[in-house]
């Protein structure tokens, strides 16, 4: 088979050098539908020809107006969507409508979580989970010391980057009620959340890392023990660094909707208390959340989950 993905032509290269989510996921199923024995292209909307002589068997592009660009031009796509913003801004929003046309259009549309679903007015969609590269993101081989705290997130929400969507601040008050280390990291835009939240840089047990490479993502996991991810709203559940951490075994103290299984993680709400429970049982049945939290990733392997694309590919090729 012949396949395209299309580059989402956000600035960000492919493979991105640090941060990217996008086109992390452009990356790995290039890299993985290629073992599977087929041929994948990255190519920019404008490169791929339209008309009865498109050069590839599908198409699958990842961005609401690139989508709708390829229709204009009579190219048949596969869609896959990523935009949080089209639940948070609603259904009267411009950019519900965009990723609502794209997915109207398409040949069929994946969305990551199960909430999106029914949100879209549309039989077009359905779920497809995210995935995680499981030889790249490895458990470390000897134990720390002592429990470290990480969060490893872009913060921000609707263009206000101070926003703390991810919850970073809720996440730093339970590692000083429990006297932890903790660790956030991310791209340079986390620095609007601590030049609105100062008190945060108060606690002596906080280390803040900026525009970490891939490599230091894997470092970064693997020099801590639990994830914390109390998120506000997520396109993806799971999303890429719940899955990332859980691979390098880290249980997971956070929130995903509820429809959706994740073995290894504490399903702790926005809520300081709960944190606190969840950090509390994980410390308590360490090895068990962590063994059950690396064969989830596992299962979701981006191997794994290429091979379950591609079954949704050859029900639209001949």
């Known amino acids: 088979m012949k396949i395209c993905q299309v580059h989402p032509n956000c600035g960000i290269q492919i493979p991105p050098p640090s941060w990217g989510a996008i086109e992390k996921i452009v990356w790995e199923f290039k890299c993985n539908l290629e073992k599977l024995g087929h041929e994948v292209d990255i190519k ?49 929003s411009q950019v519900y ?70 919850g970073f601040g809720l996440a730093i008050a339970a590692a000083a009620q429990k006297g932890f280390p903790i660790t956030v990291a991310g791209p340079w835009n986390n620095r609007n959340f601590f030049n609105e939240n100062p008190w945060t840089l108060a606690y002596p047990r906080l280390d803040i890392v900026f525009e970490p ?33 859980a691979a390098c075994g880290l249980p997971i103290n956070g929130w995903i909707e509820l429809e959706t299984d994740f073995f290894g993680m504490w399903r702790a709400p926005r809520d300081f208390f709960e944190l606190l429970r969840g ?19 596992e299962s979701l392997s981006w191997f794994n989950r290429s091979k379950e694309l591609l079954k949704i590919y050859e029900r639209y090729t001949n």
């Not at 470092?219 to 993806?236: D, R, V, W």
């Not at 950090?279 to 990733?297: E, K, L, M, P």
């Open 97 to 166: 409508k965009e990723n609502l046309q794209a997915m109207e259009n398409s040949l069929v549309s994946l969305v990551p979580a199960r909430y999106l679903v029914n949100y879209f007015d549309t039989d077009k969609v359905e779920y497809f989970s995210h995935g995680v590269n499981t030889d790249f993101f490895v458990p470390r081989e000897t134990p720390l010391e002592e429990h470290r705290l990480l969060c490893l997130a872009n913060n921000g929400l609707g263009g206000y980057g101070s926003h703390d969507r991810k």
């Open 279 to 297: 950090i509390d049982d994980i410390v308590s049945n360490y090895d068990s959340y962590r063994q059950r939290a690396r064969g989830h990733a």
């Open 213 to 245: 490479s891939q490599d230091d993502l894997v470092k970064l996991y693997q020099n801590h023990t639990i994830f914390m991810h109390p998120s506000e709203l997520e396109a993806g559940h799971p999303n890429l660094t719940i899955l990332e951490a």
């Open 44 to 92: 920019y909307e404008e490169e791929i020809h339209s008309g009865q002589y498109c050069q590839y068997d599908i198409v699958m592009v990842h961005v609401a107006n690139l989508a709708n660009r390829l229709h204009a031009r009579n190219i048949p796509y596969i869609f896959q969507f990523h935009d949080h913003h089209a639940y948070y801004y609603g259904k009267e």
